[in-house]
């Protein structure tokens, strides 16, 4: 008996021919007409919270390097969604956030668990937002949903499907199509660049996460290296595109007005590829630019070329347009090479306790396997891991691209899962703040769940330390909630089906980092660190 075909099936089948086979969700009852009689050949990750959900789809979608399909609950599951979905737009992750609309009788006398102004409630973090005029435009909405999240600025895109709809008789949807996801740079204002470039005597290059994405790593290798120019990781990267122990890379730029203008300081010409003009955070006034000094800015998002403070912009595929300059810029002089990033490695005399943190990330360095992945939400060690903990491969570190905290854990399952997807094995390294590690905790359910090959490092410092430096910066002090006495993650961790260890000294980390790395399971190691002041 063949089934009969509705509006249901005709999606499947649409979602089939899109690659769009696993679901990330938390389920409920306006979404079980959708998810009724799930197909075999598709997967569902449960996660038991929205933040996690979105999150873990968000790296699912990095790593696979296609959309992935979100489905959540109403408003109450898309609400818990949107901190963690301002990092997907940002990060211009494609994503399909779908969730159920009450039944289309019910919707004018606001049914319980309805979705008011559906449409409206995931802005501006959306692309595009939708729900179907008629049922029967269910399958094409979908249709415009991946295009829209694929086209450049990949991102978000959101539908609202009222839960009857999913049943009413359809035949078919012969309409498919595919769309570019990547758009060459306008060629004559790139030959200006060229010019521009090739005349500078002492360029410097700042690559952003948009490279990485874009599979640019080893084309920005060979950019640098034709110029000798000075390479600068972006303010605040969410991806890393450059190997950061390369003799040309002189480190992160910084993250205020003032310290970014004052490291660019004795450049002629910056180009910054990839990247905001630039990702600020504290607030520390100064010129944008040092005197003498120009900007040019190659990105793919008209949102973030219009949005910089200075300097000229082309739009483009970061990876196109560093092929096409590497045929066209006058290779530079040996004379402005640079000083390679400093990486002072300073240990204590005696040992810490509890650990300092150069202590915590010597350990790492020597345990770490060469191909693992890192996915780094430890606020206050961020130069650390730099200095310890270079990146060194294309699609191996990742971060929130927002600034909410609570991405991270979520975050590193989503990876593990996109890795098994595409065939890949290799461990991913969770570094996390106990304070971070806590928003969207339940993930550790579905990482063990799925056995995934994740060892999380939890710096336990029993505070926001970040916060504590934040509060010494802009004079703020006797700022209440920044302590976090009395958390029992590793506790939490063993709640939740991972193996959950307390470490207190050097031989106790490397021991249960070592074991976790061939455990069948997720390892989360709780190391009792010094509070300390970072670098801001
Ligand atoms: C969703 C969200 N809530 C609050 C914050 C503000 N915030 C930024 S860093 C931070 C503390 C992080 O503490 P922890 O993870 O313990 O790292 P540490 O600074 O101690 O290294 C907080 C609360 C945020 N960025 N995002
Ligand atoms: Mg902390």
């Not at 990330?361 to 730099?386: C, F, G, H, K």
């Not at 021991?511 to 801001?536: H, N, S, Y």
């Amino acid at each position: 008996m063949t089934e009969t075909s509705t509006v249901r099936s005709v999606t499947y089948d649409l979602l089939r021919l899109l690659g769009l086979t696993t679901v990330f969700g938390n389920p409920g009852s306006t979404e079980q007409p959708f998810l009724q009689e799930f197909p075999d050949d598709f997967s569902y990750v449960l996660a038991l919270q929205e933040a996690s959900v979105i999150a873990m789809a968000d790296t699912f979608a990095q790593v696979t390097r296609r959309p992935a399909l979100v489905n959540l609950h109403s408003s109450a599951g898309l609400g818990n969604a949107l901190g963690n979905l301002v990092a997907s737009y940002h990060a211009n992750t494609p994503l399909i956030i779908t969730s159920g609309q009450q039944h289309r009788e019910l919707v004018i006398g606001e049914p319980y668990l309805g979705n008011r102004e559906a449409t409206e409630f995931p802005k501006p973090w959306v692309k595009w937002s939708y729900e179907p005029a008629r049922a029967l435009d269910v399958p094409e909405a979908f249709m415009r949903a991946y295009a829209m999240a694929l086209q450049p600025p990949a991102g978000p895109v959101y539908l609202s499907v009222p839960m009857d709809d999913w049943k009413q008789p359809l035949a078919g949807f012969g309409r498919a199509r595919t769309v570019s996801d990547r758009v060459a740079p306008d060629a004559e204002r790139l030959r200006l660049f060229v010019g521009r470039i090739s005349a500078s005597g002492r360029p410097a290059l700042v690559f952003g996460p948009e490279v990485d994405r874009a599979g640019g790593w080893d084309s920005a290798v060979a950019l640098a290296e034709k110029l000798h120019a000075s390479v600068y990781g972006s303010p605040l990267l969410d991806r890393a595109s450059f190997p950061e122990d390369h003799p040309l890379f002189r480190g992160p730029l910084g993250m205020s007005v003032k310290t970014i203008s004052d490291r660019l300081a004795g450049h002629d010409l910056v180009v910054v590829i990839g990247a905001e003009v630039f990702r600020y955070y504290p607030y520390v006034p100064g010129d944008y630019l040092p005197a003498g000094t120009e900007l040019l800015q190659i990105t793919a998002n008209p949102e973030v070329a219009a949005a910089a403070r200075v300097g000229d912009s082309l739009l483009g595929d970061p990876k196109i347009a560093i092929d096409l300059l590497l045929d066209l810029v006058a290779e530079g002089s040996a004379q402005s090479a640079p000083q390679p990033m400093a990486r002072p490695r300073v240990l204590p005399q005696t040992p810490g306790s509890p650990l300092t943190l150069p202590e915590v990330y010597a350990v790492l360095s020597r345990v770490r396997p060469p191909d693992s992945v890192i996915v780094n939400e430890s606020t206050s060690t961020m130069a650390q891991q730099i200095e310890w903990l270079p990146t060194v491969r294309t699609g191996s570190f990742f971060a929130t691209a927002s600034g909410g905290i609570g991405w991270g854990v979520p975050a590193a399952v989503g990876v593990a899962l996109g890795d098994r997807d595409r065939g890949v094995t290799r461990p991913v390294v969770g570094l996390i703040g106990d304070g971070s590690s806590q928003y969207s905790v339940q993930a550790l359910w579905t990482a063990a769940q799925h056995k995934l090959p994740i060892v999380y490092v939890v710096m336990r410092n029993d505070e926001y330390s970040i916060l504590k430096s934040f509060a010494v910066l802009e004079e703020t002090p006797g700022v209440p909630g920044l302590d976090l006495p009395g958390l029992d993650i590793a506790a939490v961790a063993s709640g939740f089906g991972c193996r959950g260890v307390d470490v207190q000294t050097t031989a106790e980390l490397e021991r249960e980092f070592k074991g976790a790395l061939g455990a069948d399971t997720t390892t989360v190691i709780v190391v009792r660190t010094q509070p300390q002041k970072a670098m801001l």
